[in-house]
């Protein structure tokens, strides 16, 4: 061990009234430095301890600010969506209230043309069967008189017309006399 070290270390021999010497001696030769760094360590320390309490203070503050920025912003943003939300409502239940207009037109429209159609189809089928009985009877009427007119001719030819037999005899003599070659009688 070298003699500082002995000095610093109380031995076995030192004993305790040495030990205030020893602290005399250290004040003599170091006591005014020592001092002096006593009170820039203070005032480090008390300087550091404002700092401290500066910057601590500070963050409060602008922590506190943040939380009131954020505070605000979720705010705004809570009132815009519910803004938001009621002009999607209210969308939504004008397009409900619009759809439900148009299909309720739509369904009077339907209702109306198939009206319509049922009215002209029933329309059709009486001019139909009207006409169809007119023409059927228009028919009949044509039916008679080509019948009456057929009766009629059958009539008038079979007053006119030759019969058979005696037409087959007159060729057959007409036959007979032109072989012969006589003339008629």
């Known amino acids: 061990m070298n003699k500082k070290d002995q ?10 009234p040495d030990l205030a010497n020893l602290d005399k ?9 020592s001092r002096r760094y006593d009170r820039r ?12 309490e500066k ?5 409060y503050k602008r922590l506190d600010e943040l939380d009131a920025r954020m505070q605000k912003g979720i705010k705004e943003l ?6 938001e939300e009621k002009e999607r409502n209210a969308s939504f239940e004008n ?10 037109d739509f369904d009077r429209k339907l209702d109306a043309l198939g009206k319509d159609l049922s009215d002209t189809a029933q329309s059709i089928d009486a001019d139909l069967g009207k006409r169809t009985l007119e023409l059927s009877e228009a028919m009949g009427q044509q ?3 080509w019948k009456k007119l057929l009766k009629k001719t059958e009539a008038e030819l079979r007053d006119e017309k030759v019969d058979r ?21």
């Open 25 to 33: 001696i250290r004040d003599i030769l170091f006591g005014q430095q």
């Open 143 to 145: 039916h008679d008189a």
């Open 41 to 52: 360590f203070a005032g480090l320390e008390k300087s550091l301890t404002e700092s401290n």
């Open 165 to 185: 037999k005696a037409l087959a005899s007159f060729f057959t003599e007409f036959a007979k006399r032109l072989n012969d070659g006589s003339a008629p009688k």
């Open 78 to 83: 809570k009132q815009a969506v519910k803004k």
């Open 95 to 104: 397009a409900t209230a619009n759809l439900d207009a148009r299909s309720g």
């Open 55 to 59: 910057l601590r203070l500070d963050l």
């Open 7 to 16: 000095a610093q270390r109380p031995g076995p021999d030192v004993t305790p």
